[in-house]
């Protein structure tokens, strides 16, 4: 499958806890994108790569949030001190090139108790 | 006012029936436009791209009005396949990217 691939799909925490996500992209695609989806809502924008440059941020991801895509490749979402507000779908999404289509992942459920 | 709206339904229509979906958004600067389809507990995929001149892709025509603002989505023959959610996605630039909240469309037998 050479789609975009996410792990963990599903993440049960305690609040306060950590935790990170992984996306894989497609492999000639130099732009990622992460989302946060609510049920009965759109995808909202987090933050968005070109290589490993992280060039945007939205102002919901607040600094508990961070995000890494060092060799240009794969990228991490981390959660420090996790809310229950931050339940929610992280989405991953790639691109091969600004103005084309986006192509996403399965998500990671991110369930906080 | 929400950057781009739409009727979140649900539309419930017969299968065969034809349904059409709008999207409105504010940004006149925009400039691409898509429509993707979300299922259940699944990831948004890309249903088609909207060009200024309208385009077909086999039951689907997606049209864009650049004066009013607004995307449309068109399915004729709708399908019981066809239950979704369907999502306008607007954007203006590489990171300026807008979800609506999506239209939910349940087809019947």
């Known amino acids: 499958d050479t789609g975009v691939s996410q792990d963990p799909r599903h993440k049960i925490t305690k609040r306060g806890q950590n935790v990170t996500f992984r996306c894989d992209p497609i492999?000639?695609?130099?732009?990622l994108y992460w989302y946060r989806q609510t049920l009965g809502q759109g995808p909202e924008f987090l933050t968005y790569?070109?290589?490993?440059?992280?060039?945007?941020k939205s102002r919901l991801l607040s600094d508990r949030f961070s995000a890494e895509r060092p060799k240009g490749s794969f990228s991490t979402l981390e959660i420090q001190r996790t809310e229950q507000g931050d339940s929610a779908m992280y989405l991953c999404?790639?691109?091969?090139?600004?103005?084309?289509?986006?192509?996403f992942g399965p998500g990671t459920r991110l369930t906080v108790t | 006012r929400k950057e781009v709206e739409q009727d979140p339904g649900p539309f419930n229509v017969p299968e065969g029936a034809t349904v059409a979906f709008n999207c409105t958004y504010s940004?006149?600067?925009?400039?691409?436009f898509f429509w993707y389809r979300q299922d259940c507990r699944k990831e948004p995929k890309l249903l088609m791209s909207?060009?200024?001149s309208g385009n077909e892709d086999g039951r689907f025509t997606a049209q864009l009005n650049r004066a009013s603002q607004y995307i449309s989505l068109l399915i004729r023959d709708s399908k019981l396949s066809d239950s979704a959610t369907y999502l306008c996605?607007?954007?203006?630039?590489?990171?300026?990217?807008?979800f609506g909240s999506g239209t939910r469309l349940s087809i019947r037998p």
């Open positions: 999404a790639s691109s091969p090139q600004a103005g084309l289509e986006q192509y």
């Open positions: 492999s000639e695609h130099n732009r």
């Open positions: 790569f070109q290589n490993e440059a992280q060039l945007e």
């Open positions: 940004n006149s600067a925009s400039q691409s």
């Open positions: 909207v060009y200024s």
């Open positions: 996605v607007v954007r203006s630039s590489a990171s300026k990217i807008i």
